[in-house]
């Protein structure tokens, strides 16, 4: 693509922002190293406004709700990485795991919901059979303290109270249940080491 011939010689910052906001509503069909890389800057970027406007707006929550919608849109952007495995390295490399998995501490459930979804996709036997070096994936998943957090918000919800709270659970269960088909005994290790999980378990 010749940018010289795509832009006019002079453009406003008004056009500038139109054309960003266009980019982001576009649909990515085949995902690459390069559009990889540019989801997970608008991924950090979308985090990082979502908290300036709900620590300005803390007592105004009409005023950060479409930045809550914006970055659970970028959450469920992540799915498109089940299909393609052969990224995974990549996607640890730009160090999107932590800050996908700390989204689970967000006082929004809608949007542990869709984290959970994302990591039960990701975490797919079919999709892990794939993956070139599946150990270094889960290794990424539990130094992201998944298993803590994945706790704090079980604990924090009630599946009875909500859909969105039941989903919750449904795709945390079966998160853990393609952790545990990847590597039993780490995932057994790891969520051992978090004393309230089992009582959450078996109550």
């Not at 795509?6 to 990515?28: F, G, N, S, V, Y």
């Not at 952007?77 to 700390?102: M, N, R, S, Y």
Request: net charge negative.
């Amino acid at each position: 693509v010749n940018l010289d011939e795509a832009l006019p010689d002079e453009i406003t910052a008004e056009e500038i922002e139109e054309r960003l906001d266009q980019a982001d509503k576009l649909h990515i069909e085949a995902l690459t190293e390069g559009s990889l890389k540019r989801m997970v800057m608008q991924f950090e970027r979308k985090i990082k406004v979502n908290q300036e406007m709900r620590i300005k707006h803390a007592d105004e929550p009409d005023k950060f709700l479409k930045t809550e919608v914006d970055l659970d849109e970028e959450v469920k952007k992540f799915t498109q990485l089940a299909t393609h495995p052969d990224l995974f390295p990549e996607f640890i490399q730009l160090d999107a795991l932590p800050a996908l998995v700390g989204l689970l501490n967000h006082a929004n459930t809608d949007i542990a919901v869709d984290v959970f979804q994302v990591l039960s996709e990701l975490t797919d036997p079919d999709v892990i059979a794939e993956v070139e070096n599946p150990e270094a994936f889960l290794s990424s998943i539990f130094e992201a303290q998944l298993c803590q957090l994945t706790v704090d918000v079980l604990l924090r919800i009630n599946e009875e109270d909500s859909d969105e709270d039941a989903q919750a659970v449904t795709n945390c269960m079966t998160m853990i249940e393609n952790l545990a088909d990847m590597n039993p005994a780490e995932t057994a290790r790891q969520f051992s080491l978090i004393p309230k999980f089992l009582p959450w378990l078996i109550k």
